[in-house]
Structure formats: structure tokens, C-alpha cells
């Protein structure tokens, strides 16, 4: 089976398990609409005002994934009681997490999406308050979690196929420098992939999702995710800076240190997203330049 039909059928697969597992619920499901079909397969079970969350490129990593969204459920949950901007879990079914043919999936509320982008400076005062609302969550995440699980996925046969020898050596090297630096900051619970494509400008508010992603790490670290998109891959940093304005201030230095992080990290990561997606190739190969580039002006040794 080629990778594009392989891709194919696991998109129809998590539709599935998602119409299955609702309707096993008992909620009534006549028209799903796949949404989006990226790291996880997000399907509107119409009529209902529900989303499924299936996931698919990330489950590649982690074992089903069930792990991941139990956190994210009880992340979102925290948030919702406490008032936070945040998409909450489904009240119209158990939100889960379940799992159907192998995939593990939860169920969110559906959030009525208004035209346009959400404004970066609401979207940089909604995350500071999804922060200040975590501050004291009596939850328990797994330390750095982002980078530990980068080097797993490195370690998975199929990386090899897709980094060079020398890339592999690069970010081995850099993912255990960087937890060594990150190790001594204090860490509390953060989003974990707080870029502007997880906020929604919706009729409620401006409001954050996915965060399957959070673990306990420095706070920077949601920042450094905020800006890093646009300064790996060389775009105009001006909604991100928004953001960062309307989020307060920031140490430059500390900015940096967790864009590089970011890059590491989805560098890593990008081994199974290529496995999958072939045509996203050359934004690892952008990453990887923007890392080799880092690396040659860095402090740190090269292996």
C-alpha cells in the first residue's frame, strides 16, 4: 500500500471509530464532516454539537495516544471549571478517552468558529489567562515531556529513513543539552503546541485547543511555540509579536532558548508527519537548515 493510500485509509478508519463510538453512546450521528486531518482526525457528528478527536500521526508515537487525551481531557476540564478560554470537553457524551479499531478518541464541545483569524493580542491574553488559570492544577504531567518524547521518536525505525545520519546525530546531541538547560528552569503545566493555528476566534471568545501536548515544562516554553513557526521558517513575526506584547513581558534570551527547543522538537517529530505526508518534506528540510544554521553560531559542541 502506497503512503498517500495508507494515509487515505487511517483518515477513514478514525471517521469510523468516531461514528461507532458515539452512536454506541447514543448520540445520534447522520452526517460526519471531517474538519481537519493533520496529527489527529477531527470529525463533526452532525447533528450533535460534538467534535471526535481521533488520533491518528501522533498515536504513532505513543502508544494509541489514550494517555495523551486522558491529560488533555482533564487539562480542559480544569480550565473550563476555573472560567479559562478554552474549548471544553463534550457535555453531550462521555468525552472519554475510548478507543474503537485500534484508535483512541474524546469528544469536545463544538465551538461556533466566527469569519476571520482570532486577533493575536486577544489570542496572547487568552493564553496568559489559560496559564495563570493552571498555576495551581492539582495535575500530574509528565516533566519535559515534549523533548523526551522527541528522542523517543528518533529512536523509531522509520526516523532513519527520513534523517540523515548527521541530522540524527545533531538532534540527539541538541535534545539532550537542551533537557540538561531546561531541567534547571521551573516548570509548570504548559500547552505544549501553543501556535496560532490552536486558537480559535469563536462566537464565546477567543479560544484555545489541543492541548493533548501539555506537560510540565518552563512557561517560556508556550511562548517559544507562539513565535517559533514564524521564525524557523523566515515569516513575518508580526502577529506572533502581537501576541507576545499582549501576554506581558518575556525575557529575549529565554525566547530564544525555547524557539530553539521548538525546533528540535518538531524536527524530531517530523520523521513520522513525512512518513505520512511526503509533500512536507521541505518544511523539514527547513527546519533542519534553520537547526544546522543555529547550530553552527551556538555554544554547543557538535557531536
Avoid at 541538541?174 to 528552569?185: C, W, Y
Avoid at 518552563?218 to 521558517?233: C, K, N, Y
Avoid at 505520512?276 to 544554521?293: G, S
Amino acid at each position: 500500500m502506497t503512503q498517500q493510500k495508507s494515509s487515505i485509509e487511517l483518515t477513514r478508519r478514525a471517521i469510523d471509530a468516531a461514528v461507532t463510538t458515539a452512536r454506541r453512546l447514543g448520540l445520534r450521528v447522520e452526517q460526519p464532516l471531517l474538519l481537519h486531518d493533520a496529527s489527529n482526525a477531527l470529525v463533526h457528528l452532525r447533528p450533535a454539537p460534538v467534535v471526535a478527536r481521533v488520533a491518528t500521526t501522533t498515536a504513532m508515537s505513543r502508544q494509541g495516544g489514550a494517555e495523551h487525551l486522558a491529560r488533555e481531557i482533564a487539562i480542559a476540564s480544569h480550565l473550563a471549571r476555573a472560567g479559562a478560554p478554552v474549548i471544553p470537553p463534550s457535555g453531550d457524551v462521555d468525552p472519554g478517552p475510548h478507543t474503537e479499531d485500534g484508535l483512541a478518541l474524546s469528544f469536545w464541545e463544538l465551538a461556533e468558529r466566527l469569519p476571520g483569524p482570532p486577533s493575536p493580542a486577544a489570542a496572547g491574553r487568552a493564553l496568559r489567562e489559560c496559564h495563570e488559570a493552571l498555576a495551581d492544577a492539582a495535575l500530574e504531567l509528565p516533566r519535559l515531556e515534549a523533548l523526551h518524547e522527541a528522542e523517543r521518536v528518533l529512536d523509531m525505525p522509520g526516523a532513519a529513513e527520513i534523517h540523515s545520519v548527521e541530522d540524527m546525530a545533531m538532534l540527539r546531541d541538541g535534545l539532550a543539552s537542551m533537557l540538561q538547560e531546561l531541567s534547571a528552569l521551573p516548570l509548570g503545566p504548559v500547552h505544549g503546541d501553543s501556535h496560532l493555528a490552536n486558537v480559535m476566534h469563536a462566537k464565546n471568545g477567543t479560544l484555545w485547543f489541543d492541548w493533548e501536548d501539555a506537560f510540565a515544562g518552563p512557561v517560556e516554553w508556550d511562548l517559544g511555540v507562539l513565535l517559533g513557526q514564524a521564525r524557523i521558517f523566515g515569516a513575518d513575526e508580526t502577529p506572533q509579536r502581537a501576541a507576545l506584547r499582549a501576554y506581558g513581558p518575556i525575557d529575549e534570551d529565554t525566547l530564544d532558548l525555547m524557539v530553539e527547543a521548538r525546533a528540535l522538537q518538531t524536527a524530531a517529530w517530523a520523521a513520522l508527519v513525512v512518513s505520512r505526508r511526503p509533500h512536507r518534506r521541505p518544511m523539514l528540510e527547513r527546519n533542519l537548515e534553520w537547526l544546522r544554521a543555529r547550530r553552527r553560531s551556538s555554544r554547543r559542541p557538535a557531536p
